[in-house]
């Protein structure tokens, strides 16, 4: 079966850092381009970052740039994304999505149905 899954989801405290896995099963990530959403409860989803094939480029959501990097392995058919300096703001369930695409812009940030995949989400809570 064609699957995502998400991992690395916990419990921080402000400031403090926490590196999600995105891995896929049943498919190559090779030939798409990957995106982490978050969805808090009562909010809209929102885009946080994508990042082309192999070396292609990355695009962050403006809350987030500095502090947020998205790495991919596709030796390993993983894709990262490396939260540091969170923020209570940053609390919500995260995915990542697969996009039979090799560029990614900015504009993937908000084109949720373009993407083929997704995964079933991990829970980041940012607290005290």
């Known amino acids: 079966q064609v699957q995502l899954v998400e991992s690395g989801g916990g419990l921080v405290q402000p400031g403090g850092s926490l590196r999600l896995s995105c891995a896929a099963s049943?498919?190559?990530?090779?030939?798409?381009?990957i995106g982490w959403f978050r969805q808090a409860p009562g909010k809209e989803r929102e885009g946080v970052s994508c990042?082309?094939?192999?070396?292609?480029?990355?695009s962050y959501a403006d809350s987030v740039k500095g502090r947020f990097t998205i790495s991919r392995d596709n030796a390993k058919n993983t894709v990262y994304l490396q939260m540091n300096s969170l923020k209570p703001d940053d609390s919500a369930v995260y995915y990542c999505?697969?996009?039979?695409?090799?560029?990614?812009?900015?504009?993937?940030?908000?084109?949720?149905?373009?993407?083929?995949?997704w995964g079933q989400g991990t829970q980041v809570t940012v607290s005290s």
């Open positions: 990042i082309s094939v192999s070396d292609g480029s990355t």
């Open positions: 049943g498919f190559t990530l090779d030939y798409y381009a």
């Open positions: 999505a697969a996009d039979l695409e090799i560029v990614c812009g900015s504009w993937h940030l908000v084109a949720f149905d373009e993407y083929d995949y």
